[in-house]
């Protein structure tokens, strides 16, 4: 029997733990690379934290210099859109509460507008007429005095240190004509000038009623239309930074 289990115990097979497998090996002449630094991090920490700071700020400030010097040359160019525009916005602060007033006493919002237009032009009216009508009344007195004061340079020129002589003074007088006659061309050119500058202060004045209107009738339309172009991220901060910069704007004026 014990021969026979020795066979049988020599017949069965030998239990084996099995093994972890073999790291792959490198090849030979081979060895682990190590990257070097970032060529960027080593200038960086050479240079000093001041000068870093420095030269950011520095780049930050050129460009918004850069940035107002365009925005000055778009609105020099823009200039006659843009004050007319700037003025109905301030007389929208001015009028606007009149309007609300009107509204809140169920008037329609059209008719508030035009009730509060055609008042403010005829205030409007009232205080040109009065400028034009002292101007008118201060005229005959103000030639007076022009004359006066011409009278009395003349009698200056004449029994003054000068001691000009009745031919000298008409000398003179005829050298202001002919000076005047050789310019008469520049002379034309200015009041043409003054032509075309008084024909421009309408149009802007015509330009500052017609944005005043769309202002006072449909100013929510308008900012909202404006509060579409912001994302959306930020549009309710926009949106109360807005209504608080239009409530000062209004409390100011």
């Not at 579409?228 to 930020?234: D, F, K, L, R, S």
């Amino acid at each position: 029997h014990a021969s026979r289990r020795g066979t049988v115990s020599s017949a069965r097979p030998a239990h084996t733990t099995p093994h972890a497998p073999h790291a792959p090996q490198q090849p030979h002449g081979t060895s682990t690379r190590i990257d070097p630094a970032d060529p960027a991090d080593e200038v960086r920490s050479l240079v000093p934290r001041v000068l870093r700071v420095a030269a950011a700020l520095g780049w930050r400030l050129l460009v918004v210099a850069g940035a107002v010097y365009v925005v000055g040359v778009v609105v020099s160019y823009l200039a006659a859109v843009i004050v007319p525009v700037a003025v109905a916005l301030l007389l929208a602060a001015l009028l606007s509460p009149a309007v609300h007033r009107l509204q809140v006493h169920s008037v329609p919002r059209g008719l508030a507008t035009a009730l509060v237009m055609v008042g403010g032009l005829a205030a409007l009216g009232g205080v040109l007429t009065f400028v034009v009508a002292t101007f008118v009344r201060g005229v005959p007195a103000l030639a007076a005095e022009l004359s006066a004061s011409v009278a009395t340079i003349v009698n200056w020129l004449s029994t003054g240190p000068l001691q000009l002589s009745a031919e000298q003074l008409s000398g003179v007088q005829a050298q202001v004509i002919a000076t005047l006659n050789a310019n008469q061309s520049a002379i034309t050119s200015g009041a043409l000038t003054t032509a075309a500058t008084l024909g421009e202060t309408v149009t802007q004045v015509l330009l500052v009623v017609f944005v005043l209107i769309f202002f006072l009738h449909g100013g929510p339309g308008i900012w909202q239309f404006l509060l579409a172009v912001v994302p959306n991220e930020v549009r309710p901060r926009v949106d109360v930074a807005g209504r608080r910069g239009v409530a000062a704007l209004v409390n100011y004026v």
